[in-house]
DNA sequence: AGCTAGCAGTCGAGTCTACCGAGTGCCAGC
DNA sequence: GCTGGCACTCGGTAGACTCGACTGCTAGCT
């Protein structure tokens, strides 16, 4: 349905000093050397390349290749004796140099588009099975953040009289997320109070964002001043120390794929990581602004993420990019596939939001 | 502050036979044995509990106790010429006869004081701290099963329009919880159609449960009734589909303790069943009318569970309960506190939300 | 100049052995 | 009924050895 994906991967490294481009033949012993290790998570050795792969040379010119691979730093041995891993160069020149979109495959591609042509949800519902769902398609955790409500508009203020002295304050947005915060009245206002309140509330806010709330105008009753006066500062005050809404799916995955992390703890402290909202969500959000990006092992400053890639795209709504998507696995991961997946979703995403 | 918990723990397997009440000396082994064992995650010997624990009789005697207790299937050996580990049995037994609540220690006690003390939040918001508390606390993960929806009252109901076409449904429930639907609007009714179709939508279903909304009627005007009905029916179909909320903290731990699981991947498929909603709620629903509750490995139907020990608690608010909270570790996990922090987390859960 | 074949060298992983020590079971004696 | 003592078991560790999968290098070929 989709018409092919172009795939304009920003490169994230600066790089510094220019190599020497890299000689035909031995790109594409790069190329195997990765797909190879992706594949089988074993070092690869230098016959399995010249053999397996129509090269047309001998295992012994690919080992001579691989001898400058590594002195050039795309590859590694493990130990001597042993075949070449790919470093995090590696993969960097892989991701960079050999991307030709194969797309999704046909299956995924049809459960993408079957997902978001099934019923719509409400925003947090869709956001959280979006990510699921890039889980599913890839096999790595994901994450999915969702946008900021103070950039939305409100389309409705009212007051919830709970209990006597218990109220809520529920603030419906232009996104269609909904915010809310408990109100502890002093002096249990009637509930004649609290619908004064609430209408006045709703005219004064209607139509300001969360984060520029004007300040509230008296309306010559006391106590119904006191409420709207209560209850907006209790919705400034939740927006304040508020993150954008995270979704983390498919952690399971990271468990699974442990021996791709560096010691068996690591994908503990992985895990750990992802519990932290705030963190998960000032890392994403600090790569907002480069479209479809890869981050490759070492390139995340982060140490707990020095044996993880992660993938990403922002998503856009109306021509604005409201928040992003992506996955997390390890640097042994089949970047193409992780690509062209976070790009369909992402794009499929925005494009469901739009309506 | 809180007064000593007094822990009446329910008896979960419903143990057939009757065994021979055990000689108080060997009960002060098992007991033993247990303590060690889960201190130290090692099998443990004849000679360190006759030594360590003041007993006042020789290893030789210990080592008879446990035969005896390992015939009656309190304790294994992992191998001949190793120490004993408890088996379910010994723990059950460990739970059941040697509850004397050391309460939690005071700087936990004070912790969660705290924690309830300061600003109230958000029923979602404070259910999901609930849960990281507890984590932190029990140094387990955690699950907190929130409130069912479709037993509160609405106390509002309005519709509000995002775009043409397009519009929320927010219900406003006594229990501070908003449920909320999209809703496609044919037609693309007016604002006034949508207030008036809001207003009657109000009166028809204020003060009746999600679960039970009455049919919607008709007010005279066709637009508005067309409204009204796709409201109605979103609201009644969204809870139709709908679980309890469900929160869960400290999944990291599980990767951690990942030793006291069975093999590697015990811990994975672990993560991956706490990754289902649904089973994780009905699984904890089941067990929601036993009280403070321990479920010990195999006493867990569901074959992930064989290595782990769950304790639960309902809490209750107003003389209801209206959800539970738990843990979730190895079976090898420090049941006294993992007891008491559950035990006063709930309480004070449940006093937190009566006001 | 570039590629290849062949060979020597390296080192991890697996296997085998021996050994140590923690812990048991059992028995005879107090 | 408890204890000391003794023989026995078996997991875990360390060392030696082999095997095999690699590499690097060099000489020779095209």
Redesign the pocket.
């Given at each position: 349905m989709a018409p092919d994906i172009t795939i304009p991967v920003s490169d994230a490294g600066d790089e510094g000093q220019a190599r020497p481009p890299l000689d035909e033949?031995r790109a594409r012993v790069l190329r195997a050397v990765v797909e190879e290790y992706v594949a089988t998570a074993?070092?690869?050795?230098?016959?399995?390349i010249a053999t397996s792969r129509e090269l047309?040379?001998?295992?012994?010119?690919?080992?001579?290749d691989?001898?400058v691979l590594?002195r050039e730093g795309y590859l590694v041995?493990?130990?001597?004796?042993?075949?070449?891993i790919p470093t995090d160069r590696g993969y960097r020149f892989f991701v960079d140099h050999f991307e030709r979109a194969p797309g999704l495959p046909p299956a995924q591609r049809r459960t993408v588009s079957d997902f978001f042509t099934s019923a719509h949800r409400a925003l947090e519902d869709l956001l959280h099975e979006t990510g699921q769902l890039l889980a599913n398609l890839t096999q790595h955790a994901s994450v999915v953040v969702g946008p900021a409500s103070d950039a939305a508009v409100l389309r409705s203020v009212q007051i919830v009289s709970l209990q006597p002295g218990l109220a809520l304050v529920v603030g419906v947005l232009s996104n269609g997320a909904v915010e809310k915060e408990v109100l502890h009245l002093e002096g249990e206002p009637s509930e004649g109070d609290l619908a004064r309140a609430g209408t006045a509330l709703n005219a004064q806010l209607h139509g300001s964002t969360l984060a520029g709330l004007p300040v509230s105008e008296p309306t010559g009753d006391l106590v119904v001043d006191r409420c709207v006066l209560v209850a907006r500062d209790a919705l400034a005050a939740r927006v304040a120390g508020q993150l954008e809404p995270l979704y983390v799916s498919g952690v399971s995955r990271i468990a699974m794929e442990q021996g791709s992390y560096g010691t068996v703890d690591g994908a503990a402290r992985l895990l750990e990581l992802l519990e932290h909202q705030a963190v998960v969500v000032s890392l994403v959000r600090g790569l907002l602004d480069h479209g479809l990006i890869v981050r490759i092992g070492a390139e995340n400053e982060r140490e707990e993420l020095r044996d993880c890639s992660l993938v990403l795209a922002p998503y856009v709504v109306e021509g604005e990019v409201v928040g992003s998507i992506g996955i997390l696995g390890p640097t042994r991961m089949d970047y193409h596939r992780a690509l062209a997946a976070v790009a369909t979703v992402s794009q499929q995403l925005g494009r469901s939001l739009h309506t």
């Open positions: 033949r074993q070092p690869v050795g230098s016959q399995t047309g040379v001998s295992s012994a010119t690919v080992r001579n691989m001898t590594e041995q493990p130990h001597t004796s042993a075949g070449r």
